[in-house]
């Protein structure tokens, strides 16, 4: 399945060998340990280290019902009439299909996927920039494109990655892919990354936007048994990145509800970085009161996070 798809998750794996996720896991090492192929968070892909980067035919199929829930929640950050920006990205293409509803929208990107999401949405503009097209992600890169945006400002930065980790922040395989991303988050007053628990952790070969220029973080729950993704969203929060958690509410098989419906958890900031609005759209429970929490409150929120 890695060979054939380039990667694969575990529980799809567990799903077609028909048994569980522990004994995928144990097996998955075990080929690991014989070169065969690599693990990554929730699943393994071939062996490439730091410079391979999966195409997006690989990508589409990891955490999908994770990046739905992400994409359901991060859609609640977007307002009416406002102007932002969205990176190229699985995760980022399922989030541009939900902003077909905002009225008044205006979408810059460089990601054809995200374009082809919106290009029917009356009431959204699309701005494209120019650039020199990457097969892989479906992306516009280089030159034309770094170029386009220059001078550019607008309120929030969507953007994903291939890994996220506190000491480096959001980073990617493609050097080609890094420079465009540094280019729009250097066009908005806040950066809001979408990242899945598979990359919490992950350190690839370009880094895009350092930690302290990350204003929230859009994640799915990390599994009860994974240490690290836990261990580094406390990293993240103690640095004072905001967070916030969505879980797919619905079978065990992971469907994700509508937006409404999605229960959020954030991680507040220590204290109030760049502007940053909590953003609570209409019907979210918010598990933690964003301003007026007792001082540790929010480490202790996290820990009870890596508890479950």
Same mark, same amino acid.
């Given at each position: 399945?890695?060979?054939?798809?380039?990667?694969?998750?575990?529980?799809e794996?567990?799903?077609?060998? #028909?048994?569980?996720?522990?004994?995928?896991?144990?097996?998955?090492?075990?080929?690991?340990?014989?070169?065969?192929? &690599?693990?990554?968070?929730?699943?393994?892909?071939?062996?490439?280290?730091?410079?391979?980067?999966?195409?997006?035919?690989?990508?589409?199929?990891?955490?999908?019902?994770?990046?739905?829930?992400?994409?359901?929640?991060a859609?609640?950050?977007?307002?009416? %009439?406002e102007?932002?920006?969205?990176?190229?990205?699985?995760?980022?293409?399922?989030?541009?299909?939900?902003?077909?509803?905002?009225?008044?929208l205006?979408?810059?990107?460089?990601?054809?996927?995200?374009?082809?999401?919106?290009?029917?949405?009356?009431?959204?503009?699309?701005v494209?920039?120019?650039?020199?097209l990457?097969g892989?992600?479906y992306?516009?890169?280089?030159s034309?494109?770094? $170029?386009?945006? $220059?001078?550019?400002?607008?309120?929030?930065?969507?953007?994903?990655?291939?890994?996220?980790?506190?000491?480096?922040?959001?980073?990617?395989?493609?050097?080609?892919?890094?420079?465009?991303?540094?280019?729009?988050?250097?066009a908005?007053?806040?950066?809001?990354?979408?990242?899945?628990?598979t990359?919490? %952790?992950?350190?690839?070969?370009? #880094?895009?936007?350092?930690?302290?220029?990350?204003?929230?973080?859009?994640? &799915?729950?990390?599994?009860?048994?994974?240490?690290?993704?836990?261990?580094?969203? $406390?990293?993240?929060?103690? /640095?004072?990145?905001?967070?916030?958690?969505?879980?797919?509410?619905?079978?065990?098989?992971?469907?994700a509800?509508?937006?409404?419906? /999605?229960?959020?958890?954030?991680?507040?900031?220590?204290?109030p970085?760049? %502007?940053?609005?909590?953003?609570?759209?209409?019907?979210?429970?918010?598990?933690?009161?964003?301003?007026? $929490?007792?001082?540790?409150?929010?480490?202790?929120r996290?820990? &009870?996070?890596?508890?479950?």
């Amino acid at each position: 399945m890695v060979r054939a798809n380039g990667a694969v998750s575990l529980r799809e794996l567990a799903r077609v060998v #028909q048994t569980s996720e522990v004994t995928v896991r144990r097996d998955v090492r075990a080929l690991e340990a014989e070169g065969l192929l &690599d693990r990554r968070h929730g699943g393994a892909v071939l062996p490439g280290g730091f410079t391979r980067e999966s195409g997006f035919p690989q990508k589409s199929h990891l955490a999908t019902a994770e990046k739905t829930a992400i994409a359901d929640l991060a859609a609640n950050f977007v307002e009416e %009439g406002e102007a932002i920006v969205v990176g190229a990205g699985t995760t980022t293409q399922e989030l541009a299909r939900r902003l077909a509803r905002v009225p008044g929208l205006t979408v810059v990107t460089n990601s054809l996927l995200v374009a082809q999401a919106l290009a029917h949405a009356n009431r959204v503009e699309v701005v494209m920039t120019g650039g020199t097209l990457r097969g892989s992600n479906y992306a516009l890169v280089g030159s034309g494109a770094e $170029q386009s945006l $220059q001078g550019l400002r607008v309120s929030r930065a969507f953007l994903s990655g291939s890994g996220l980790t506190a000491e480096r922040g959001l980073s990617t395989s493609n050097m080609l892919s890094a420079s465009v991303d540094r280019a729009l988050v250097q066009a908005a007053a806040e950066v809001v990354v979408l990242a899945d628990h598979t990359k919490l %952790g992950t350190d690839t070969m370009f #880094q895009t936007v350092p930690t302290d220029l990350i204003t929230r973080l859009i994640t &799915d729950e990390p599994p009860a048994h994974d240490d690290r993704a836990a261990t580094e969203l $406390q990293a993240l929060a103690d /640095q004072g990145v905001q967070i916030a958690v969505a879980g797919a509410a619905g079978s065990p098989g992971g469907d994700a509800v509508p937006a409404r419906q /999605q229960q959020r958890r954030d991680v507040p900031l220590p204290a109030p970085r760049r %502007g940053q609005v909590p953003g609570v759209g209409p019907g979210l429970r918010s598990a933690a009161v964003l301003n007026d $929490q007792p001082p540790g409150a929010e480490r202790a929120r996290v820990a &009870d996070l890596r508890r479950r």
